[in-house]
């Protein structure tokens, strides 16, 4: 069975600091891992995704993360926050069970950003 | 295109009262599905669809009814609404879910349940 733990329901960082969200799944088959950022009163968007291939994934809105098979961690990051990545944040493993996608998501980090 | 829209944006019901929450998306994607959101709990799968006339259970299908009659639309009804179901639902959609586990899903602005 796929799960993922998200560390730390709630994160905070001054602007212009680099942000760093935990992510560690757990997957009996190869993984393909998913950031989802949710802003305010809205539906979920994705950030970026991990299938196959290069380990660091670049995203939108100067986000990356990195798949690291050994730690089974998929760590979301951006060099410097900015005011509007103020939202929250879903990890999410996805595999094919019984041929239909399901994807299983961590509880979220809700990123705070200090001026 | 408008995406996923998801009606209505807000609902307060009555504890034992019924009512349906709909999904439309003009993406002709197959695939659709639905979700709850809860405090803490991330997001959780109700049901999903992988076309027109196929349905299937999810983690949290309990309490819950799905049809899908056309590509397009993915009601949820709710049959007796109980407290438990105060929450935000969301529904998403893809192109297509077989044999490809990675497509990209695309999520409704959801709907604010409140069961009194």
């Known amino acids: 069975a796929q799960s993922v733990t998200q560390l730390g329901s709630h994160v905070s960082v001054s602007e212009g600091a680099l942000v760093l969200l935990r992510c560690n799944y757990s997957?009996?088959?190869?993984?393909?891992l998913f950031w989802y950022v949710q802003y305010p009163n809205q539906g979920l968007q994705l950030l970026l995704k991990?299938?196959?291939?290069?380990?660091l994934v670049k995203g939108i809105n100067g986000f990356e993360a990195e798949f690291k098979k050994s730690e089974t961690s998929f760590h979301l990051t951006k060099p410097s926050a900015h005011m509007s990545d103020a939202a929250e944040y879903f990890c999410a493993v996805s595999a094919l069970i019984q041929g239909a996608q399901k994807l299983v998501f961590g509880q979220g980090t809700r990123l705070t950003i200090n001026p | 295109n408008a995406g996923v829209t998801q009606t209505p944006k807000f609902q307060v019901l009555k504890t034992g009262q019924s009512m349906t929450l709909q999904c439309a998306q003009d993406?002709?994607?197959?695939?659709m599905s639905w979700y709850r959101q809860d405090p803490g709990m991330g997001l959780r799968l109700i049901h999903y669809s992988v076309g027109a006339g196929i349905t299937d259970q999810g983690e949290v299908p309990n309490g819950y009814n799905v049809s899908r009659s056309t590509t397009e639309d993915f009601p949820l009804r709710l049959l007796s609404a109980a407290p438990s179901q105060t929450s935000v639902y969301f529904c998403?959609?893809?192109?297509?879910?077989?044999?490809?586990?990675?497509?990209?899903?695309?999520f409704g602005p959801g709907t604010r349940l409140t069961v009194l």
């Open positions: 993406m002709n994607h197959e695939y």
């Open positions: 991990y299938t196959t291939g290069a380990t």
């Open positions: 998403a959609s893809s192109y297509s879910i077989y044999y490809s586990s990675y497509n990209e899903q695309f």
């Open positions: 997957s009996s088959v190869p993984p393909y």
